[in-house]
């Protein structure tokens, strides 16, 4: 069965992976991003409830709904800015929010939905001190995911996250030492370079008829580097 999905941050390389799986499941796919669909700015609260607005007048509803768009400035905490942490914080945790409360409604009323949060693995690993607002709204998102299932469960609407390892994207071979990928690969159980398609089917999974007994849960797709 088609459903209609919205997955933000589906410009990118880990977003348009998770676009291109649950097109290929057969599922209708709205992006929502800078160069997405519906273009928004998703550190815009207003932006946000408009472009909510946009895919229900075009598309009906929405029964899939994945965040996977994400701010990622680095300071520690002698260098905290209010402003930086708060931009994080606003594109990471409070768009999942403005776009769940938008869109579970109407999932509600159908009696099926799919949320997925895709946070990270460095909820666990906590690589440096410069990662604080990053790890923060990741962990923040974890524990909505469990806050959300427990509230929806009854109406249809399944709520879970994805934890991705390190993976080489456009933006993160930018930012990050190639040692640091071969340091991380090493310490993974199974010893390849991730790829994007390694989340996107972990997510796909989640949003699939097959994952209805799953909620309030997190999947940890990062080849082994966490064990929990």
Same mark, same amino acid.
């Given at each position: 069965? =088609?459903?209609?999905? %919205? +997955?933000?941050?589906?410009?990118?390389? /880990?977003?348009?992976?998770?676009?291109?799986?649950?097109?290929?499941?057969?599922?209708?796919?709205?992006?929502?991003? *800078?160069?997405?669909?519906?273009?928004?700015?998703?550190?815009?609260? *207003?932006?946000?409830?408009?472009?909510?607005?946009? %895919?229900?007048?075009? &598309?009906?509803?929405?029964?899939?709904? +994945? &965040?996977?768009?994400?701010?990622?400035?680095?300071?520690?905490?002698?260098?905290?800015?209010?402003?930086?942490?708060?931009?994080?914080?606003?594109?990471? $945790?409070?768009?999942?929010?403005?776009?769940?409360?938008?869109?579970?409604?109407?999932?509600?009323?159908?009696?099926?939905?799919?949320? $997925?949060? $895709?946070? =990270?693995?460095?909820?666990?690993? !906590?690589?440096?001190?410069?990662?604080?607002?990053? /790890?923060?709204? @990741?962990?923040?998102?974890?524990?909505?995911?469990?806050?959300?299932?427990?509230?929806?469960?009854?109406?249809?609407?399944?709520?879970?996250? +994805?934890?991705?390892?390190?993976?080489?994207?456009?933006? =993160?071979?930018?930012? /990050?030492?190639?040692?640091?990928?071969? =340091?991380?690969?090493?310490?993974? !159980?199974? @010893?390849?370079?991730?790829?994007?398609?390694?989340? !996107?089917?972990?997510?796909?999974?989640?949003?699939?008829?097959?994952?209805?007994?799953?909620?309030?849960?997190?999947?940890?797709?990062?080849?082994?580097? /966490?064990?929990?």
């Amino acid at each position: 069965m =088609s459903r209609q999905a %919205v +997955v933000t941050g589906g410009a990118g390389a /880990i977003g348009g992976a998770i676009v291109e799986a649950l097109r290929r499941d057969g599922n209708e796919v709205a992006v929502l991003d *800078r160069a997405g669909d519906f273009a928004c700015d998703l550190a815009d609260e *207003r932006d946000v409830r408009r472009v909510a607005n946009a %895919v229900l007048e075009r &598309h009906g509803r929405c029964e899939i709904l +994945v &965040h996977a768009a994400a701010a990622f400035d680095r300071f520690a905490l002698d260098q905290f800015d209010l402003a930086r942490w708060r931009a994080v914080q606003t594109v990471n $945790v409070e768009a999942a929010l403005l776009l769940a409360a938008a869109f579970a409604p109407g999932m509600a009323e159908r009696g099926f939905g799919r949320i $997925v949060f $895709v946070t =990270s693995d460095t909820v666990w690993l !906590a690589p440096g001190p410069e990662f604080i607002a990053y /790890i923060a709204s @990741k962990a923040a998102l974890e524990g909505l995911t469990r806050v959300l299932a427990r509230a929806y469960g009854a109406a249809g609407i399944t709520v879970n996250a +994805v934890e991705p390892g390190l993976t080489p994207t456009p933006t =993160s071979i930018a930012d /990050i030492p190639a040692e640091a990928f071969a =340091s991380v690969r090493e310490r993974q !159980a199974i @010893k390849r370079t991730l790829e994007p398609a390694d989340t !996107a089917a972990a997510v796909a999974f989640l949003c699939s008829e097959a994952a209805g007994a799953m909620t309030g849960q997190t999947l940890c797709a990062d080849g082994g580097l /966490i064990t929990r």
